[in-house]
């Protein structure tokens, strides 16, 4: 078993686990990976015990290669955008007040 | 993102706006549940390199499919609290309905012609008990209360001497109400009758213990789990112990209760699935609670003579059954064409009929013509349930205005008190 993981190589963790999940392409995925990295790391902030940090870093590490291998196959089967995605889109380039009926 | 620009005259952008009709929202999750994508990172291996048949005891492709098999096996009775060796694998909650149903009817007959379920069950429970009934056995169909649940003085009165078997479903597809499991188990168990429940809506979405609950048998289903369709689990107690007829005859696989080749990939997915479930109870009940909150209050402050149906409490937050009073549920589904809806189990949505299982709680028929099931996961963002809110509005207040109906409500008079001169 190596050390408890140092504060540099969890925040490395969480900043590329954000960065890998903000690259899903399919939105509901994306954005559920999003808000349990972040939660998860939230949750798990105030650990004390090296093995529950190393325990917690460990599954971290495990989600972040499924997100960046799941990625990949998800880009292979793309889908059309949801409306709430095109909806977004067209309400930032359009004139305000405009909306998708 | 959309890739293409966004053009500078008016005509072109209104063209634009037509063509870009995306994939709609998905808003059904009683009907099923996308699949996770760490499920799918399990299942992968088996469906490439790991092919063999976990039956072969002759070489290391079958010890390998074995080894999965039975992992999984562990991680379904695990998020119950059974022993693995209680765990048949089935393809569906469907099979395991009919399996418990008909399996322990026929093989206590003998003695035993009686069985109990509600009126609200799924229809793969009620369709064995017709077919129970075709064979000479007598099966009550508790009525529910308004509210949708059991009443436990109703069931404590049907329960006859010879009783072999109650069913009763956890959680229900269409209202999300979440009968008394626990007292319905102690209350079995002390008349010595087996209680079956058809958990296929509440495993892994509220917790569940067999050995608490005293459940003799359960089914599952894999796909309203994350994880993927064609594969569910039969919970079988072993003591004290629950006998059937199995109803596919073959190589004896499963205990001799369900023969034919387990799918190994599809049983993978299925454990992965009980073991995310696990670990990500709590999480994801946290969210749904704050996903159907949000609905109510932007649905509620916004419109009036909108009825919930099934208990408030006693349900599962995911599951929100509303009724629309003077609106026709078929026009605002079609209305609501970028929101993927429903308005009760997908089983039955191909015919208009009004859904039993509103009937079945006395809801009138017009109410449970008007009735909408939005369904969320562990994958439904803020954003989609601000979007279906803010388009239900405004399409119940546009179907409202074009209502004769609404307007004479408007106007004060009681349509129970209208005599329609054609009938």
Redesign the interface.
Do not use: S, V, W
């Given at each position: 078993m190596a050390g408890r993981p140092s504060k540099m190589s969890v925040l490395k963790l969480y900043k590329t686990m954000l960065r890998e999940a903000s690259r899903f392409p399919a939105y509901n995925f994306r954005m559920y990976c999003l808000r349990r990295t972040r939660d998860g790391f939230r949750m798990n902030k105030a650990l004390s015990d090296p093995s529950a940090i190393t325990k917690v870093y460990n599954e971290g590490q495990s989600f972040l290669e499924v997100i960046k291998r799941q990625a990949v196959i998800y880009s292979l089967f793309k889908t059309k955008n949801l409306v709430i995605e095109n909806d977004k889109f067209l309400c930032q380039h359009l004139p305000l007040g405009c909306r998708l009926v | 993102?959309?890739s293409a620009k966004?053009p500078d005259n008016e005509s072109s952008?209104a063209t634009l706006?037509a063509s870009?009709?995306?994939?709609?929202?998905?808003m059904d999750a009683q009907a099923t549940t996308?699949l996770d994508?760490?499920v799918?990172?399990a299942m992968l291996p088996y469906l490439t390199s790991f092919y063999g048949n976990p039956h072969s005891r002759t070489h290391a492709y079958g010890w390998e499919s074995e080894k999965a098999v039975e992992d999984a096996r562990k991680e379904v009775a695990d998020l119950i609290g059974a022993d693995p060796k209680e765990i048949i694998f089935t393809s569906g909650a469907t099979e395991c309905n009919n399996i418990a149903v008909k399996g322990v009817a026929r093989f206590y007959g003998e003695n035993k012609k009686h069985v109990i379920t509600t009126q609200t069950e799924h229809k793969c429970v009620l369709d064995s008990c017709r077919v129970l009934e075709n064979e000479g056995f007598t099966v009550t169909y508790l009525p529910v209360n308004s509210n949708g649940l059991i009443s436990m003085e109703n069931l404590e009165k049907a329960i006859r001497k010879d009783t072999a078997l109650v069913s009763i479903m956890s959680v229900n597809n269409e209202i999300g109400v979440i009968q008394p499991i626990e007292e319905i188990g102690k209350l079995c168990r002390s008349k010595k009758v087996f209680f079956h429940t058809d958990a296929a809506q509440a495993v892994g979405k509220i917790p569940l213990d067999v050995n608490k609950m005293n459940i003799d048998l359960m089914s599952i289903s894999g796909h309203k789990l994350y994880g993927p369709k064609g594969v569910g689990a039969l919970y079988v107690r072993r003591r004290p112990r629950v006998r059937l007829e199995p109803i596919q005859s073959g190589g004896g696989q499963e205990r001799g209760l369900r023969s034919g080749t387990v799918p190994t990939p599809l049983i993978v997915g299925l454990g992965a699935a009980c073991k995310l479930a696990l670990s990500e109870m709590e999480?994801d009940h946290a969210w749904m609670k704050k996903l159907s909150e949000r609905l109510l209050s932007k649905i509620t402050s916004n419109l009036e003579d909108v009825v919930r149906n099934g208990d408030p409490v006693h349900s599962y937050p995911g599951c929100i059954n509303l009724s629309f009073a003077y609106v026709e549920g078929e026009s605002l589904l079609v209305a609501l064409k970028?929101v993927a809806l429903s308005s009760g189990s997908a089983c039955t949505s191909a015919s208009l009929e009004p859904s039993y299982v509103l009937r079945a709680i006395g809801a009138d028929e017009d109410l449970a013509h008007s009735s909408i099931r939005f369904g969320f996961g562990?994958?439904?963002?803020m954003?989609?349930v601000d979007?279906t809110a803010e388009r239900c509005i405004k399409h119940v207040k546009r179907l409202r205005d074009m209502s004769p109906l609404w307007e004479m409500v408007q106007e004060g008079i009681d349509l129970k008190s209208i005599k329609w001169s054609q009938h």
């Open positions: - | 993102m959309a966004i952008k706006i870009i009709n995306g994939r709609p929202l998905y996308p994508p760490r799918l990172d999480y970028d562990r994958f439904t963002t954003e989609e979007y």
